[in-house]
């Protein structure tokens, strides 16, 4: 059924778009490569290229014309596929950095800016295939530009695969080192899960489930600019009304983004899947998840009160998005990325929000540890535990988290990191110094909680 809009609403989206960053942030395709695999890395490759050619080869001109005639800005195309090894285990390589190339060119070839799904679902432990894929990051995300990696380590029903844990803490010190040049920014191609989703459209997280169909269209819209203004309008709502406020306001957001996925669809002959309502921030002024914050009253965002008005958003935001749309999905919340936000920059360079606000933060978000630069001598075992931290927030509360920090080479606390576009810039923050190795060393699974056995 076709979606109707009052002309009261075209004038709000209107508004909304041109004053307060109202977008789409992304229509992403997902892709099986299921019918990839061969006993040949290079054939299955080739294959792979073959068929994101095929299927996506009108995505990005799709885009561009949606874009024209609802004049809605789509800031990015993107891909996801079947996670890589399962696909890439078929073969007798040990290495997937050639499969990551193919999908590179892949991407190029159609005019995606990323393609996620260079993946392992590890929450229980490791096949060949697994451990092919894990060692296989770092090159490939080195040798790489729009290859995007993500790991699965835990679940609630699994619990957390210390081991998976362990190991990525050393990937993620190695993608670094070998994307030193460019302050690590291999690292910001890389996302450990736990309780990863099948249909989320935002990189670098994304990759296109086992339960999806062949091809599917997701939409990710964005929109912090719009919650921040509609709640500077009422300086004296209560937090009930405020929460009312936030919903109506997810409510439009989320309308247009089923709106321009189903375009997108009928466009390209391709299943519409879930609209995302995720409030991701960019650096552009004034399109940020801590302005948001700060508008319900806080000085800077970081000082006590921020997980609650944080809390607040995440559940406003999901309830708005509910009730506008009854294919709702992906990640949809709030992001806290500090080196996409502005807002957030700031406050991590004054030194008003730390790692461990950050971290608690996580527990009321829709994600987690979001683009944090870290000390580059930070020792792998320290990223394990932060990664095994954020996990058990995970696993306990039955929510996707996820870490995505990046050690700068060479770069110590108060360091400035860069990595442009929407990857932004932000200060490098500071660590526990106390180690956390023979905790790590313990290896072996943490059991899945009691909260788990909900059959």
């Known amino acids: 059924m076709a979606i109707q809009f009052s002309p009261q609403e075209i004038l709000e989206t209107i508004r909304m778009v041109q004053m307060e960053n109202l977008d789409i942030r992304t229509i992403t395709m997902g892709i099986s490569l299921r019918d990839c695999a061969h006993p040949d890395l290079e054939t299955a490759g080739k294959k792979a290229y073959d068929k994101i050619c095929r299927l996506a080869a009108r995505l990005v001109a799709a885009g561009d014309e949606i874009e024209r005639e609802y004049g809605i800005p789509i800031v990015n195309t993107r891909i996801s596929v079947t996670p890589v090894a399962l696909v890439a285990e078929a073969s007798a390589s040990d290495d997937y950095t050639l499969f990551a190339e193919h999908l590179e060119r892949a991407a190029a070839e159609v005019g ?222 709030a992001f806290i990325p500090v080196s996409e936000d502005a807002v957030m920059i700031d406050a991590a360079a004054c030194g008003a929000i730390t790692f461990d606000k950050l971290e608690a933060m996580t527990a009321v978000c829709s994600v987690g540890l979001d683009m944090i630069a870290v000390p580059g001598d930070t020792p792998a075992s320290t990223i394990a535990a932060i990664i095994a931290d954020e996990a058990a927030i995970g696993m306990i509360n039955g929510k996707t988290t996820a870490v995505r920090v990046i050690p700068a080479p060479g770069k110590k606390v108060g360091d400035i990191v860069s990595f442009g576009g929407l990857l932004g810039s932000a200060p490098v923050i500071a660590l526990h110094r106390e180690s956390s190795e023979k905790f790590i060393r313990r290896g072996g699974r943490i059991p899945a909680p009691v909260q788990g056995l909900s059959n």
């Open 112 to 333: 995606v800016n990323f393609i996620g799904g260079f993946s392992a679902l590890v929450h229980k432990g490791t096949t060949r295939g697994d451990d092919a894929l894990i060692a296989s990051i770092p090159d490939a995300l080195s040798v790489t530009e729009r290859v995007c990696a993500s790991v699965n380590i835990g679940t609630t029903r699994a619990g957390i695969n210390m081991d998976a844990v362990a190991r990525m803490g050393e990937t993620i010190l190695e993608t670094a080192r070998l994307t030193a040049q460019r302050d690590g920014i291999g690292c910001a191609k890389l996302v450990v899960f736990c309780n990863a989703v099948e249909d989320n459209p935002f990189m670098a997280g994304a990759f296109h489930g086992i339960g999806e169909p062949d091809c599917v269209l997701n939409v990710g819209v964005s929109g912090p600019g719009v919650v921040a203004t509609a709640i500077e309008a009422e300086p004296n709502a209560d937090f009930g009304e405020l929460a009312s406020v936030i919903k109506r306001t997810a409510f439009k957001v989320t309308r247009m983004g089923e709106l321009v996925g189903r375009a997108a669809s009928a466009k390209l002959g391709v299943p519409f899947g879930i609209v995302d309502v995720s409030l991701a921030p960019t650096p552009a002024p004034g399109d940020s998840v801590g302005r948001i914050l700060q508008s319900m009253g806080l000085e800077r965002v970081g000082t006590h009160g921020s997980t609650a008005a944080l809390a607040l958003l995440n559940d406003a935001v999901k309830k708005g998005g509910a009730m506008a749309s009854s294919y709702v999905g992906g990640l949809s919340g």
